[in-house]
Structures are given as C-alpha cells and as structure tokens.
C-alpha cells in the first residue's frame, strides 16, 4: 500500500513520468555517443603515428618504376615491405588505395592494415580489387613502402619519404581537445536537465509526503523510497540510451573515422563499435543519482533571500576568479579551472539577475498610467516569478546555446580557416619533388626555357639554428625548420598573413624572413623583431618582416628567400610547385624526367588533394555537429517540459485573466508573449556566455596546447537562427497551454 501511494502521482501526472524517462534516455544517448566517438579516436591515436604519416617507400636507383618483381625480389631477400597501390578515381567515389594485408604480418603494431577486415573501401580495399579499378582508366602508382626509413636494402635500391597528405596532425589534436571540452559541457547540461526534472516532480510531490508523514511514515522511509524509485528509472531508461548512443556512434563512426585517417595522418581502426560501453553507462548512473540526491548531501537554505543572496555573492566571486584564472594561466589545466568556475558563477547569477530585471521593468510599468501597462507589468512579475522557479532549467538551457553557439563558430572557423590554409598550401596545380641526386637548378632552367608555363616556385626544405634578440646573447638557440623560396611568385605572395610589414614578400627577396606563428608565440618574436640565424654555419642577423599561420607540425619554422642562402647549404628535400598554364601536365613531367633521367617521377595533384582533403573535412565535423544539435534539442526538450508543466501548476492564476475581463484570444496573445519572451530573455542571456567559450577555445585553449590559434569569428546570422528556434519553442508552449485552458473551460480535469 505504502508503494502503491508513493508512486501514485505518477497515476495522476504520466506526462512526467514520461517526460523524465525521456530526459534519462536522451542524456544517455547523447553522453554515449560523444563517449564511443572520443574514445574510439583517442585509443587510435597512439597506433595512427605509425601508419600513414611514417611511411617510407622503396624505389629503385636506376629510375625505373618499381614493380611486381621488385616485391618479389625484396621480399626473398628479407626485406619487410608491402604493396601499396593508389588509384585516383574522381569525386564522388575519391581516391582507394589498394593493400595486402598478409604482405604486412612482418609491419607489427604499426601496420595501417591489420587485417582483412579492415578493408571495407573507404579508402583501402584488398589489392586485386585495387588493380581491377584502376584498369577502368583511372591513374594509378605503385608503391612498395616500408615500416621505417632506416631498413637495410640490396643494392640498387634506396629508401624515400612517403606521405598522403599535407600533415596536418596537429590540426586533429585541436580537434579532439576541443571535442574532449564539449563532451564535458554534455556532461554538466545533462545533469543539470535531469536534475531539473526530477526536482519539479519533487515538489508536485511534498504535499503527498506531508499526508504520508500525517500517517506515521517516517522520513528516512520516504528517502528509502525515493532512492529505490530512481535506480529503478535509470535502470529502465539507461539502456536504450546506451543502444541509442551506441547505434548514433556507430552511423557517424565510419565517416568519421576515415575523415581523421585521410584529413590527419591518422586511422582510427581500434576496437569496434560491436559492445555497449558500459563505462558510460556507470558515468550516467552516478550522474543520475548524483545530481538528483544532491540536497541530501548540501542541504539549501529555506529562506529565498538567503538563497538569492548567497547565489549572488558566490557567482559573482566564481565568475570573477574564474575569468582572472582563464586570462592569467600559464598551463592548460587552470584554463579549464577558470573556465567551469565561470559556468558556475553564471549559473548562480542568471536566474536571479534576470528575475531582478523583470522586477525592475515591473515597477517602471506600474509608474506609468498607459492602459497597456497593467499587463506588461503582470507579464514582467510572473517572467520574475519563473526565473526563481526555473531556475535550473534556465541555467542548463543558457549553457547548451551558449555551448552550441561555441562549437559553431569553432566548427565554421576551423572550416574556413582549413580551406584557406589548404589553399594556400596548395595553391599550384601541382607539385613535384626533386629525386635523390637530381640538380634542381638545371630543372628550374629548364622550366624557364618552356613557353607557356604558368607561375612556378622552387621549395628547399633545412635545418636553421635560431637565436631571437630578445633571448640574449647567452641564450642556447633553437632548432627550426627552414623553407627556402625561389621566386617569389603569387603562389606565396598572395598568403594571407597573421602580420606583416607593408611590403612584406618584396623585403622577403631582399634578405628579410618570416617566421611561423608557433615560433612567434612561444618566443615572444613580432614583426620588425631581430632574429639571428645561423645556416649550415653559417651566421646572419635578420628582421622578421611577417607571421603565417601552420596548423599541421608543432615545430618552428622560418621561411626565406633560397637567394639569401649561404653556399654551403645543402636542402633535405626540394620540390617545384607548378601552375601548368598552356601546357598539359605531361609534357611537364616528361621534361623534367628527361632532366633527372627519372622515368618514375612522382607528380602529385594538387586540386584532387585539395578535393579530397575539403570533403573529408566536411564529414569530420558532421560529428560535433550532429552533437551540438543533440545537446541544443536536449535542452530545448527540457525547457518545453519546465514550461509546460509549470504553467499547468499555474492555470488557476491565467483563467483569473479571464475573470478580469480579457477575452479568450486576449489570454491566449498574453500566453504567448509570456512564453516567448520567456524562451528569447534566455537565448539573449547565453549569448555572452557563448561569445566569451568561443574566445576561450581559440585564443587561450588552442595557444597554450599547440602554440597556433583559430581567428575568431562570431556568426551573428547563426545567433538569428537560434533566436527563431526560441521563439518557436514558446510558440508551441503556448498552443499547449492553450488547448489547456480549453479543456479546464470544457470541465476536463488537466
């Protein structure tokens, strides 16, 4: 019987009932599917150092292409080595790459193929099916690659660098830190939202407690209850979140997964997506029971002044605390220290701040003698009223558009910020590196001699010993890699720069360098600063004449001009980046190939390069933004059920509207005001907070992690979008709150 009256109020209120169920399973989906997609990149990453990015490939010393008999060859004498076989198709299929799992047994750990299963043809397949594509017309290359660069080979073979992509590697590290960031906002948002829900069945529920107190049970007995009522719930509702998430993983994993592995030098082929994570699970059950038993561990004050009062003092403290520690810190960790102490400041003051001000609009109405008055000032006392009342609701929906107004701007920035950066570094139609032994001033002769060329450059790729001015004398210098330019050509010369000096390319061919920005940041280096470097010996003194951003390689860079090189220098790699013009890429290569006497010069595109990497990043961060959409349908989920429940609690006090004399489309006008300007005040209210996320991630999180930051950009036309979705959600609580009122006027009980 005692149980049969405890759950009683679910018999007469199942929508909540419901709307909690619903809460439970969406966070657990949500929290899951983030946790699986995180999880499955971060336990890849260690393995993905050691596939694409690390490879090397075998050609031979005459300058012949290699082939089948090569393989064989190697293979009997010893040699670990594998077939690899690219085969350009155009886009929408994309470029395969053919493998022989079997032939990379002796690779180990650090095989990009592990084994057969693993081909599923995006973008590796097995090599006969490889071959089969390429014999429809499309260009093919066979490569025979090692597992390191230092193996020993027969004569007449020699190992060469061997890559797919420009390496961007840092670029995903970024991505996955900021990834990390936003799975711990899910984290608090779902907390936050079911906690929301659970504490406004509580207090539907304290008149039933008081009547079964009348009747002898004890409290202890009730909490007994309560508990066992929510272990019950998470166990019903955490399950299908589970198998939810998981399933969501599963559909964005695959794109997922070959986004990283093609765009970032990496491949994600750890475990698969066949188990639940139960490790979430766990997460969400402590979750659950955490943040709904919480006030049995902190009890609140009674009195509501005591509480706005201390709510206001501790969030102005936190937020004032946590915006010097965001600002001032050094480390990466006591920016995310700053960062949640300012949500919690903020969480603290926005509901009573907001309620103070429709307190104040309130008074100001009621000063005025205009007809209208008495109802905006009605409107104002009961949006004061549901601020205090809702105010965990308010809080987590404030902090979810302030997280996917964040993530927006990152995912849009990192976009654009990606396509200009791959533009820049792909500008040439194509590229084209300089074989072992090759003499690349008689091929840049050559490439002069060709009528119709387009622009082209000469790339020299070093070593430099970098000492900044500011660093003293005494100082150790630091070692840099060294980019060396001939000409100077609109290839380069249209780059846009983090800073420059007025005319920064032309001071670049008279002796000038530029620096990238990793180096600028960690050494404190500007434009105009000294920079002494020191060059296969030899020493020069220099100006940095401007900053360039280079997302892909944690190493500092100097970029000059090969005419400032001294003698002596000797490159580590060179390669042309060219513009065919008028003529066709293969006279180019013939050309060049009769020069080296290298029939099997590699050329590689750019433009499908460029094609290929730009789609794949549009897969990539389908990821965050299918999470940010879950997380802003979370709470927007929330936030109708708070509003819709708490105007049912309060239908006695809209029909007095009625009673005071309004009609009933007059009612349902101030229904809707009410409601929309309810759900508007806290989209507007998340705006700074998300303004101030987005500057935390790109200019303190991605500086102190990787040495580079994104621009920042705000997107205001997005901030209108999610001012409509507001307006939306209000719209609809008030058509609910009509037909409320509708079935109270028919005699229905609500």
């Given amino acids: 019987m005692l149980i049969r009256a405890f759950l009683s109020h679910y018999q007469r209120h199942p929508f909540q009932l419901a709307a909690l169920m619903l809460m439970i399973v969406l966070a657990t989906m949500l929290w899951t599917g983030v946790t699986v997609l995180t ?39 010893g040699v670990c080595v594998a077939p690899w076989l690219e085969v350009k198709r155009p886009a929408p299929e994309g470029q395969v790459i053919g493998v022989d799992p079997m032939s990379m047994a002796c690779f180990g750990r650090s095989a990009p193929i592990q084994d057969a299963a693993s081909l599923d043809g995006m973008p590796f397949m097995d090599i006969g099916d490889a071959l089969r594509v390429s014999q429809e017309g499309y260009d093919s290359q066979l490569y025979l690659i090692a597992p390191r660069d230092d193996i020993e080979l027969p004569q007449g073979y020699a190992l060469r660098a061997f890559s797919l992509a420009p390496p961007t590697g840092e670029l995903a590290d970024s991505f996955l830190l900021n990834l990390d960031a936003l799975s711990l906002l899910v984290l608090l948002i779902t907390g936050l939202l079911i906690r929301s829900v659970y504490r406004l069945g509580l207090v539907q529920r304290e008149a039933s407690f008081e009547l079964l107190y009348r009747f002898g049970v004890l409290p202890r007995r009730i909490r007994q209850l ?123 003051l926005t509901p009573p701040l907001l309620a103070a001000v429709e307190e104040r609009r309130s008074v100001r109405s009621g000063a005025t003698a205009s007809v209208a008055d008495p109802l905006r000032r009605w409107r104002a006392r009961e949006l004061s009223v549901m601020f205090r009342q809702l105010a965990l609701p308010v809080v987590a929906l404030q902090f979810s558009i302030a997280a996917v107004l964040a993530v927006h701007a ?46 082209w450059h000469l790339v020299a790729h070093g070593k430099a010993q970098v000492r900044p001015e500011e660093a003293g004398t005494g100082a150790d210098p630091l070692t840099a890699d060294l980019m060396a330019l001939t000409p100077i050509t609109d290839l380069v010369s249209d780059w846009a720069l983090l800073s420059s000096a007025e005319r920064p390319w032309r001071e670049l061919a ?17 434009v105009g600063s000294p920079l002494e470097l020191t060059i296969a010996g030899t020493r020069m003194r220099t100006n940095v004449v401007g900053i360039y951003a280079d997302y892909g390689r944690p190493v500092a860079e100097v970029l000059l001009h090969a005419d400032t090189l001294p003698a002596a220098f000797t490159p580590r790699s060179e390669s042309f980046s060219v513009n065919k013009g008028e003529l066709s890429r293969d006279v180019i290569h013939d050309r060049l190939a009769d020069t080296w006497g290298a029939p099997d010069l590699q050329v590689r595109d750019n433009a499908s390069i460029r094609e290929l990497a730009s789609q794949i990043f549009d897969q990539t961060f389908l990821l965050t933004r299918a999470i940010s959409a879950l997380t802003l349908v979370l709470a927007a989920v929330a936030l109708l059920i708070m509003i819709w429940v708490f105007f049912t609690t309060r239908v006695w006090y809209f029909r007095l509207l009625g009673v005071w004399g309004l009609q009933g489309h007059q009612v349902r006008r101030q229904l809707r005001l009410l409601s929309v300007r309810l759900t508007l005040t806290i989209t507007a209210a998340a705006l700074p907070l998300g303004i101030w996320l987005t500057w935390v991630l790109v200019n303190r999180i991605n500086p102190l992690a990787f040495g580079w930051s994104l621009p920042m950009d705000l997107y205001p036309v997005f901030w209108l979008e999610l001012g409509l979705m507001a307006g939306a959600a209000g719209l609809l609580v008030a058509h609910l709150m009509r037909r409320q009122l509708e079935r109270d006027a028919n005699g229905e009980r609500p």
């Fill in 226 to 348: 309560l508990v066992l009522e929510l272990v019950v719930l998470t166990a019903v509702g955490v399950p299908p979140g589970l198998w939810l998430g998981a399933s969501l993983a599963e559909a964005l994993g695959t794109g997922f997964g070959q986004a990283l592995g093609s765009l970032f030098d990496l491949t994600l082929y750890a475990e698969s997506f066949g188990s639940l994570p139960w490790r979430a699970a766990v997460v969400m059950v402590a979750l659950v029971l955490t943040v709904c038993l919480l006030e049995w561990v902190f009890p609140q004050p009674r009195q509501p002044a005591m509480v706005s009062a201390y709510a206001r003092l501790g969030g102005g403290a936190l937020l004032l605390a946590g915006a010097l520690g965001v600002v001032l810190a050094t480390e990466l960790v006591w920016v995310f220290a700053g960062t949640a102490l300012v949500f919690a400041g903020v969480g603290l």
């Fill in 39 to 77: 999880d499955q990149a971060r336990s890849s990453l260690a393995q993905s150092e050691e596939t694409v990015a690390a490879r090397a490939h075998i050609v031979r010393t005459d300058g012949q292409p290699v082939g089948v008999e090569d393989f064989v060859r190697l293979r009997k004498t």
């Fill in 410 to 455: 990152l995912v849009t920035t990192f976009e654009s910020t990606f396509e200009q950066w791959l533009g820049q570094r792909l500008a040439a139609d194509f590229y084209i590196e300089v074989p072992q032994g090759g003499d690349s001033a008689t091929a840049a002769r050559r490439l002069n001699a060709l009528e119709g060329l387009g622009t």
């Fill in 510 to 526: 008279s002796g000038a360098v530029m620096v990238n920005e990793q180096l600028a940041r960690r050494h404190d280096v500007e």
